[in-house]
């Protein structure tokens, strides 16, 4: 840290993305990413055209991109806003609906920049203990007094609320925002977004990282009343007015009018999730029941980290924790079937050389 940083940042600890190592080719199955590539609609929409432009700014209302959403969610563009990635988004939701004096709770086990937002703004965080079988207790959420933030599916446990689940917890909140993350809302689960026409204190966030196959463009949304949405819009404003470029917002717009590309896509990643899932129950692995794609394993005799190594030195790569309550568990990011198989055949490989084959 250099003398001149702000005393402010001075112990905050940063957000550490899953590796991306380039010393060999991996099978990476750590960063929740699809696959599969964009749909031919999306990489058609990339032109040469477009890229001839890059010397001006974007259009930074983004309408273009909000009326395809808009349209597609059954919502006015009014309540949709866009950002670069939702990870933005969330940033922006933090300043805006959280400060000294209403702070923030979220599930202790969840995606983990939610505790670095909340350290960056020095927002007071409450951090709600799951149960034993990783699963959240909504009443623990019930007058909450503060901003309730809450990934649907849970990362990374994959666990889903239902929709009416996350209704009680609305109506037990009326006076604070309740944040639904639903980065991976498409792999089985309900959305709750439905909600926004009867709650003026739901924000549903969104990614196109995810089932829209888009890591790479940076693109995320959310769904809200029209006040919440201009809030946002504040914050945006009052940061990074052009903070989508001119070609993801190209490509998110013709990913929303290719749907049906990430339909089947999604529906091929829980086909090769219940595949997994069998495979490695056979194997000894426990697994929580996932909506999300991903899965979040333990195995009966070797821990948590040993597989993590093993895998990676097999070329296979996972997400391990290093949070106690979570340390025997590896995430698996669900990729296609042939790249699930080469998982399977690693982890024979790592049991056989333990001993402990099936
Ligand atoms: N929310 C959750 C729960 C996530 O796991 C992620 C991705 N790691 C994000 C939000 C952010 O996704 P993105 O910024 O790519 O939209």
Do not use: W
Not at 193 to 203: A, F, G, I, K, P
Request: glycine share 6%; aromatic share 10%; net charge negative.
């Amino acid at each position: 840290m250099s003398r001149f940083m702000s005393a402010r940042f001075s112990s905050l600890e940063e957000y550490v993305p899953g590796e991306q190592p380039r010393d060999m080719q991996y099978v990476k199955l750590n960063t929740n990413e699809s696959p599969f590539p964009p749909s031919k609609e999306v990489i058609d929409a990339i032109n040469l055209e477009e890229v001839s432009k890059l010397n001006l700014y974007p259009d930074p209302t983004a309408k273009g991109l909000k009326e395809r959403l808009a349209a597609r969610y059954g919502f006015g563009v009014e309540n949709i806003f866009v950002s670069n990635g939702s990870d933005d988004i969330l940033n922006f939701a933090f300043m805006a609906f959280c400060d000294k004096n209403c702070g923030v709770a979220y599930p202790k086990i969840s995606y983990g920049f939610y505790e670095v937002y909340a350290a960056l703004y020095s927002i007071d965080a409450k951090e709600i203990a799951l149960k034993e079988d990783f699963s959240i207790d909504i009443r623990d959420y019930f007058n909450a007094g503060r901003t309730i933030v809450i990934a649907n599916p849970n990362a990374p446990t994959g666990l889903l609320l239902s929709k009416e689940d996350i209704k009680k917890i609305l109506d037990a909140n009326k006076d604070n925002i309740v944040l639904i993350d639903e980065a991976y809302i498409d792999f089985g689960g309900e959305s709750c977004v439905e909600l926004v026409h009867e709650y003026d204190n739901l924000l549903v966030v969104r990614t196109f990282s995810k089932s829209r196959c888009l890591a790479g463009a940076r693109l995320g949304f959310a769904i809200a009343s029209k006040e919440l949405i201009q809030d946002l819009e504040k914050i945006k404003f009052s940061t990074n007015p052009y903070n989508i470029n001119r070609i993801s917002l190209l490509a998110g717009e013709a990913a929303i009018d290719s749907d049906s590309y990430y339909f089947d896509r999604a529906k091929e990643i829980m086909a090769a999730r219940e595949f997994t899932v069998t495979e490695l129950k056979k194997r000894g692995f426990t697994m929580t029941d996932s909506y999300a794609n991903f899965i979040f394993a333990k195995h009966n005799k070797i821990c948590g980290e040993e597989i993590y190594l093993k895998l990676k030195s097999r070329g296979v790569l996972v997400r391990h924790f290093s949070k106690t309550e979570i340390t025997e568990y590896n995430r698996i990011t669900i990729g296609t079937k042939e790249q699930m198989q080469v998982l399977i055949n690693a982890i024979d490989d790592i049991l056989e050389k333990k001993g402990c084959a099936k």
